[in-house]
């Protein structure tokens, strides 16, 4: 089945809210130029009723390994995301299993036009990771671009290790995403917001209900 991250939390109910719908990961951002950013005080606060079954993931780009450290020990994180080119050195730094982030990107065609093409960490690096998120390449939005990208860069691609969709998901979209693409999880911030850093709980809901109406078809890879 689908797992369901919800990312950017920056309430306690809001992180309250997403366990009780069956969230599989709880996301906090620690980037510091992120407008939802937590710091790790903080998110020792929100992870603190977050129930053993759903894992903690920490989200940073250009913070060093001393704050990362930090945010692992005060929030107990499970994971780390890395929103940043992926290197030998973060997997032997980092003292968590790490999701690495790939990029969709478009750029310009000689003669005019736009072409798009999909860019992830060598194999040799995802081996050693838990999971391979996409991600739109937006970089003015740090820790997740809250676009989404064209989908068919994904299709009949696969890695050595479970992916994760991200980019532009919402309640009205995601069902088509995860019957297309059969992600292994799917990872939503402003998709389900009212207004940045504030979930939506009527979103949110219809979010699950549609990935589950969606796994109804079919098991996710």
Not at 104 to 122: D, F, K, N, Q, V
Request: hydrophobic share 45%; glycine share 10%.
């Amino acid at each position: 089945m689908t797992e369901v991250k919800i990312c950017g939390l920056t309430r306690g109910s809001d992180v309250e809210a997403a366990c009780d719908l069956g969230a599989a990961y709880v996301g906090f951002n620690f980037s510091a130029a992120s407008p939802l950013r937590v710091t790790p005080e903080r998110a020792r606060d929100l992870a603190a009723s977050v129930p053993g079954r759903v894992r903690r993931v920490g989200v940073f780009v250009g913070e060093g390994y001393a704050e990362i450290e930090d945010a692992i020990s005060a929030a107990s994180l499970d994971l780390v995301q890395l929103h940043r080119t992926l290197r030998a050195e973060d997997l032997e730094s980092v003292y968590r299993p790490i999701i690495a982030v790939g990029r969709a990107e478009t750029h310009l065609l000689l003669g005019g036009g736009h072409g798009a093409r999909i860019w992830a960490p060598s194999e040799e690096l995802l081996l050693r990771c838990q999971a391979l998120l996409f991600d739109a390449a937006v970089t003015e939005k740090p820790g997740g671009s809250g676009v989404r990208f064209d989908w068919t860069l994904l299709e009949g691609k696969s890695w050595p290790v479970p992916f994760f969709l991200a980019g532009g998901l919402t309640a009205e979209n995601i069902a088509g995403a995860v019957m297309r693409l059969r992600p292994a999880a799917v990872d939503v911030a402003s998709g389900v917001e009212s207004a940045p850093g504030v979930k939506d709980p009527d979103r949110m809901r219809r979010f699950f209900d549609a990935v589950r109406r969606a796994d109804a078809g079919g098991e996710a890879r």
